[in-house]
C-alpha cells in the first residue's frame, strides 16, 4: 500500500544545474499537486494537475515546469536551479470531487541548491 | 483568496492535559478540511477529514470541528501525550464550483506542539 511515492528524497544541486522530481500515486487520484515548505511560509502550492495530461500553476510557478502524461505520475522539472528553490518538495494526491477527498502525502524531497 | 490562520503558533503543555488547537479560514465556502500531522524531516500524515456538510469527526484522542459560517475549525486532542509533539497543520479547499482556484489546498502554517514528560 503504497500510496504517493517522491523521488528522490535528497538531492544536493549546483546553481545552474537541472534536475526532475519524480511523484507517483497508486490510488487512481485525478487530482495532484507539488507545493514546497519554506520555515516562516508554510506549504506553497508550485503547480497542480486535475488530470491526465492537464497542469496549472499555482502560487510560486516560477522557475518549475511540470508535466502528467500519465494519471500516476506528476513530474516536477528544475530547468535551471537557484539558491532561491533550496527547499523540501511535497507532493499530493487527492481523488474528485464526489469521491473521498482526503489528500495523501509524499515523505519530501530535500532539496538543497548550491 | 483563501488565507488559513492558526493560532497559536505554537503551544507547550505538560502530559495528560486537553488542548484545543485553532485553524481559521476567511473563506466560508469551502469543500472540505483536514487536519495533518507532521514530525520533523518528514511528511504530511492525515489525521481527520471534515467534509463541508458535517461538524465534526473524531479519531481515538483526537476530535475536530467546523463551523463554516464562522470560518472555523478546531482539533482536541485529549489526555496529551509526549508521541503528540509534532506540528499540527490545517488545510483547506474551496468547493469546486467556485471558480480559479477551486482545486487548490490552501494551508495554514501550523501549530507546533511540545508535550513535556
Known amino acids: 500500500n503504497a500510496g504517493v511515492t517522491q523521488t528522490p528524497k535528497f538531492r544536493v544541486l549546483k546553481t545552474g544545474q537541472s534536475m526532475t522530481l519524480l511523484c507517483a500515486q497508486d490510488m487512481n487520484h485525478e487530482y495532484m499537486y507539488w507545493y514546497r515548505q519554506d520555515p516562516g511560509m508554510g506549504l506553497r502550492l508550485i503547480h497542480y494537475?486535475?488530470?491526465?495530461?492537464?497542469?496549472a500553476k499555482g502560487e510560486v510557478p516560477d522557475g518549475y515546469n511540470v508535466s502528467r502524461l500519465k494519471k500516476q505520475n506528476f513530474l516536477l522539472g528544475l530547468e535551471s536551479a537557484a539558491p532561491s528553490q533550496t527547499s523540501v518538495y511535497f507532493c499530493a494526491s487527492r481523488d474528485e470531487e464526489g469521491a473521498p477527498t482526503e489528500a495523501f502525502f509524499g515523505q519530501g524531497t530535500r532539496l538543497t541548491v548550491v | 483568496k483563501q488565507e488559513v490562520t492558526q493560532i497559536p503558533a505554537a503551544l507547550s503543555v505538560p502530559e495528560g492535559e486537553n488542548l484545543v488547537l485553532n485553524c481559521s479560514f476567511t473563506d466560508s465556502a469551502i469543500y472540505n478540511l483536514q487536519w495533518f500531522r507532521q514530525d520533523p524531516g518528514k511528511g504530511l500524515t492525515s489525521l481527520l477529514l471534515i467534509q463541508s456538510s458535517q461538524r465534526e469527526q473524531t479519531s481515538g484522542r483526537l476530535n475536530a470541528s467546523l463551523d463554516k459560517s464562522s470560518g472555523r475549525s478546531t482539533l482536541y486532542i485529549a489526555a496529551s501525550q509526549p508521541g503528540d509533539s509534532a506540528t499540527y497543520l490545517c488545510a483547506v479547499w474551496p468547493n469546486a464550483y467556485s471558480g480559479a482556484g477551486s482545486y487548490q489546498l490552501t494551508f495554514g502554517k501550523g501549530t507546533k506542539l511540545s508535550v513535556i514528560p
Open positions: 494537475s486535475v488530470g491526465e495530461g492537464t497542469t
